[in-house]
């Protein structure tokens, strides 16, 4: 079993909103540093955001800055990504990622990964 668990994927048109959840298997992951990634067609994966265990830094992608926002629900054990004012190139597989430094979170080799969950948005 994947340790990270994505949901909340689908077809939206542009302009519409999604809204990503990740729930990871273990307990211990509530002190982990945790982001999402993106993997377009033919495209390599890259970082979209990233927020540290407790919620104090947070950052994002410049493509997807104002638009998209991060949270970390230590208490429910999951992390979400709102994403709004959604355009044709945001389609991609989202994959949610977690590590005991942020800075693997941030350098796009965290420790955990989970499935991903595709998020299609038409033109």
């Known amino acids: 079993q994947a340790p990270l668990i994505e949901s909340g994927g689908g077809l939206v048109q542009a302009g519409g909103s999604l809204r990503l959840s990740c729930a990871p298997t273990?307990?211990?992951?509530?002190?982990?540093?945790m982001g999402w990634f993106r993997q377009a067609p033919g495209k390599e994966r890259e970082f979209v955001a990233g927020?540290?265990?407790?919620?104090?830094?947070?950052y994002y992608a410049d493509a997807v800055k104002g638009r998209f926002s991060i949270s970390k629900d230590n208490a429910k054990k999951t992390m979400t990504l709102q994403m709004n004012s959604l355009k044709p190139e945001d389609t991609a597989v989202y994959y949610c990622?977690?590590?005991?430094?942020?800075?693997?979170?941030?350098?796009?080799?965290?420790?955990?990964w989970g499935r991903g969950t595709q998020g299609t948005v038409s033109s």
């Open positions: 990622a977690a590590d005991r430094l942020f800075s693997g979170v941030l350098n796009g080799a965290p420790a955990s």
């Open positions: 273990e307990p211990t992951f509530t002190r982990y540093h």
């Open positions: 927020v540290s265990w407790n919620n104090e830094s947070i």
